[in-house]
């Protein structure tokens, strides 16, 4: 193999590679010859069936199965000989060879990664905030659950309709008129001040009492589901069929044991812990971010500009589906798209130069993913799919690249919690709203 560098431009480095055609020939020679001791073709004993039938037979196979594995193989050789480590997949493009005959040669342009020198990590001075669950925060949580067990009863007094009521209706939707498929329904349960399937439908019964008709009008959202309906205005023609009152239950030894506690401390117990879990979370988000933007400010090299321009991508489509959904954040709604852009690839850069750094602090130090660690992470990601746990976790165990994509999130983690150990590290008192006060999210 003949190695010959064409360029070599900051990051970026070039090579033709050139295999002799020779070697390629006893390359499909030895897999012809293989092939042939284990192929079974009809007239010839096992095993003993000619090379040239073989060759007649399997030959443009066996010729783009040796020009793949000869392309990977000495690409994988070219990394090694020059110490290179590549950012992304090097770009292999075949210039001549790829009809079997003569030489094979084929250009390899790859950018690789920077040379990093780590900072100085020692005197990290870091401040962890820290917040105790108030006790109205617990109160909250516990009358939402109460909320959550209440019981409807037939209300026996002629009334109107109030919040929190929940009227039997029947209704028939009607766009200019005419009703519309998928408008007309009988005996439906709707709350009042809840939420309806159609912003301003809930409140607009409000009033009614059971016997009573009345028309209301209403206009679905832009991004409604049924696109002959989206941003329409239309009309309700509803009867209101029976009244019910929301009955919530005392907040006692009673209403835990319907939910599966032994009495109503053990449940304030659990939702304190869970309040103090989220609050830890937060904790360590905030103590986090501080520590990635001091090793920002010791950052001293180069991002490789396809790494920066794969993040912005993932970032600029994160924002046009909040732009599409109407929820683009209020600090950017007054910019420009090229002001935008330059902001998030700002945002991009950051990231791919803190996550190179931890993952060099990582290696440096070596700071290893544990095989538990990836079996920890795969049980925690089936969770996030209720009911179909077996299947994503059998998924990421029979599909290793799958697999690894969360491996990078783990090693950042733990070399985190390496650098904050390390780190001089003071606790502050702060309230819940004062944690919660999350920076941006260019972490």
């Keep these: 193999m003949q190695v010959q560098q064409t360029h070599s431009e900051g990051l970026k480095r070039g090579f033709t590679v050139t295999v002799p055609a020779g070697d390629l020939e006893a390359r499909r020679a030895a897999r012809l010859a293989e092939l042939g001791?284990?192929?079974?073709?009809p007239g010839f004993r096992p095993g003993k069936v000619p090379v040239s039938v073989v060759r007649q037979r399997y030959g443009a196979a066996v010729?783009?199965?040796?020009?793949?594995?000869?392309?990977?193989?000495?690409?994988?050789?070219?990394?090694?000989?020059?110490?290179?480590?590549?950012?992304?997949?090097?770009?292999?493009?075949l210039v001549s060879g790829a009809e079997g005959k003569g030489d094979l040669e084929f250009k390899v342009d790859l950018e690789i990664l920077p040379e990093i020198t780590l900072p100085d990590l020692t005197g990290l001075k870091l401040t962890r905030l820290t917040a105790k669950p108030e006790e109205a925060t617990i109160e909250k949580s516990l009358g939402e659950l109460a909320k959550r067990q209440r019981t409807f009863e037939d209300v026996a007094e002629e009334r109107p309709a109030a919040t929190g009521d929940v009227l039997n209706v029947d209704f028939v939707g009607k766009l200019d008129g005419v009703p519309f498929d998928g408008g007309t329904a009988q005996d439906v349960n709707v709350e009042i001040g809840g939420d309806g399937f159609i912003p301003g439908f809930a409140e607009?019964?409000?009033?009614?009492?059971?016997?009573?008709e009345k028309i209301i009008a209403v206009t679905f959202p832009e991004?409604?589901?049924?696109?002959?309906?989206?941003?329409k205005d239309v009309t309700f023609d509803i009867k209101a069929n029976a009244l019910k009152k929301a009955v919530e239950p005392a907040l006692d030894d009673e209403l835990a044991k319907t939910i599966g506690f032994e009495g109503i401390d053990q449940v304030r117990d659990l939702i304190t812990k869970q309040v103090e879990g989220e609050y830890a979370q937060l904790s360590r988000l905030r103590i986090k971010r501080d520590l990635l933007d001091i090793l920002a400010d010791r950052t001293d090299f180069d991002a490789p500009p396809s790494m920066v321009e794969a993040e912005f991508g993932q970032i600029w489509a994160r924002v046009e589906q909040d732009r599409a959904n109407g929820e683009i954040d209020e600090e950017d709604a007054g910019k420009d798209e090229d002001t935008l852009k330059a902001d998030y690839r700002k945002i991009a850069e950051r990231r791919v130069k803190l996550g190179l750094l931890l993952a060099?602090?990582?290696?440096?130090?070596?700071?290893?993913?544990?095989?538990?660690?990836?079996?920890q992470a795969m049980r925690q990601e089936a969770l996030r799919y209720p009911g179909q746990?077996?299947?994503?976790?059998?998924?990421?165990?029979?599909?290793p690249q799958a697999a690894e994509t969360l491996r990078g999130p783990i090693l950042e983690n733990k070399?985190?919690?390496y650098l904050i150990e390390l780190a001089d590290v003071t606790e502050k008192d702060v309230t819940p709203e004062e944690l919660a006060e999350i920076p941006p999210a260019d972490l």
Excluded: C, H
């Excluded at 199965?65 to 770009?91: D, H, I, Y």
């Design 360 to 375: 060099e602090i990582g290696r440096v130090k070596e700071i290893a993913v544990s095989r538990e660690d990836m079996m």
């Design 37 to 41: 001791r284990t192929v079974n073709l």
């Design 415 to 417: 070399v985190v919690d």
């Design 223 to 231: 991004d409604y589901g049924a696109k002959e309906l989206a941003g």
């Design 389 to 399: 746990e077996r299947a994503v976790f059998e998924f990421f165990t029979k599909n």
């Design 204 to 212: 607009q019964l409000e009033g009614m009492k059971p016997g009573e």
């Design 63 to 93: 010729e783009g199965e040796v020009m793949e594995q000869t392309v990977n193989e000495s690409t994988s050789r070219l990394l090694e000989e020059q110490k290179l480590r590549p950012a992304t997949q090097p770009r292999v493009e």
